[in-house]
């Protein structure tokens, strides 16, 4: 009969079960009735030898969904490279030729127009400290929105939303955050993902990156 019920549930749930079977064992038993673990009761039974299978074969499942997060922590960031280097290749074929440079020079020179901060932020990329607050600026031209979560947010990315620098891919916020380190990710477009200009990281408990940041 047990044979049966095993045989018709691998037909119907075959890689979604576990590969381990807990054979019938008189030890198991009496380990139950003392109370004890069979590991302790019997180690060297049939039973404890099935049950320290069984443990091995979901240690190296969790251990191979780990890197599989891995693998598609990785590949959102190849993705995310991707885009940014065809956003400059576009801005390279805009570059002035050397005519155009020499022209250029030739007229007098215009006293560059004033600009703020916040202007400034979207001539690079990345995570910096400026003064009291800590400026975070990406490049994702075709995002529809793109949110900040960390640990000095509680992980709630609609606490930090980034805006979008007009006409531009460009996005960027300000944050104060006291002295200290943080561990944060980007949330793009719901989609959860490493910095992909901080080349600092470390491994969460999920198998991902969080990005890190360190404020002084």
Same mark, same amino acid.
């Given at each position: 009969?047990?044979?049966?019920?095993?045989? #018709?549930?691998?037909?119907?749930?075959?890689?979604?079960?576990?590969?381990?079977?807990?054979?019938?064992?008189?030890?198991?038993?009496? *380990?139950?009735?003392?109370?004890?673990?069979?590991?302790?009761?019997?180690?060297?039974?049939?039973?404890?030898?099935?049950?320290?299978?069984?443990?091995?074969?979901?240690?190296?499942?969790?251990?191979?969904?780990?890197?599989?997060?891995?693998?598609?922590?990785?590949?959102?960031?190849?993705?995310?490279?991707?885009?940014?280097?065809?956003?400059?290749?576009?801005?390279?074929?805009?570059?002035?030729?050397?005519?155009?440079? #020499?022209?250029?020079?030739?007229?007098?020179?215009?006293?560059?127009?004033?600009?703020?901060?916040?202007?400034?932020?979207?001539?690079?990329?990345?995570?910096?400290?400026?003064?009291? *607050?800590?400026?975070?600026?990406?490049?994702?031209?075709?995002?529809?929105?793109?949110?900040?979560?960390?640990?000095?947010?509680?992980?709630?990315?609609?606490?930090?939303?980034?805006?979008?620098?007009?006409?531009?891919?460009?996005?960027?916020?300000?944050?104060?955050?006291?002295?200290?380190?943080?561990?944060?990710?980007?949330?793009?477009?719901?989609?959860?993902?490493?910095?992909?200009?901080?080349?600092?990281? #470390?491994?969460?408990?999920?198998?991902?990156?969080?990005?890190?940041?360190?404020?002084?």
């Amino acid at each position: 009969m047990a044979r049966e019920i095993l045989a #018709e549930l691998r037909a119907h749930f075959g890689d979604k079960m576990l590969r381990t079977i807990i054979n019938f064992n008189t030890k198991i038993k009496e *380990a139950s009735s003392f109370g004890q673990p069979i590991s302790e009761y019997d180690s060297g039974s049939k039973g404890q030898k099935d049950f320290a299978a069984l443990a091995q074969e979901i240690i190296g499942a969790e251990a191979r969904q780990q890197r599989q997060q891995m693998v598609n922590s990785l590949a959102e960031q190849l993705e995310s490279i991707s885009t940014s280097a065809s956003v400059l290749l576009e801005a390279t074929k805009l570059k002035p030729t050397a005519d155009q440079v #020499e022209q250029k020079e030739e007229q007098p020179a215009q006293q560059p127009k004033p600009t703020d901060t916040d202007a400034k932020l979207s001539e690079y990329y990345g995570v910096s400290q400026i003064g009291d *607050a800590v400026a975070f600026v990406t490049l994702y031209p075709r995002a529809k929105s793109v949110h900040i979560a960390g640990d000095f947010n509680g992980w709630q990315p609609e606490k930090n939303p980034l805006e979008k620098v007009a006409g531009s891919g460009v996005w960027q916020t300000k944050i104060k955050l006291p002295r200290g380190k943080y561990r944060y990710r980007l949330v793009v477009d719901g989609q959860w993902q490493q910095d992909p200009y901080n080349e600092i990281t #470390e491994l969460n408990p999920f198998g991902q990156l969080n990005s890190v940041l360190e404020v002084k």
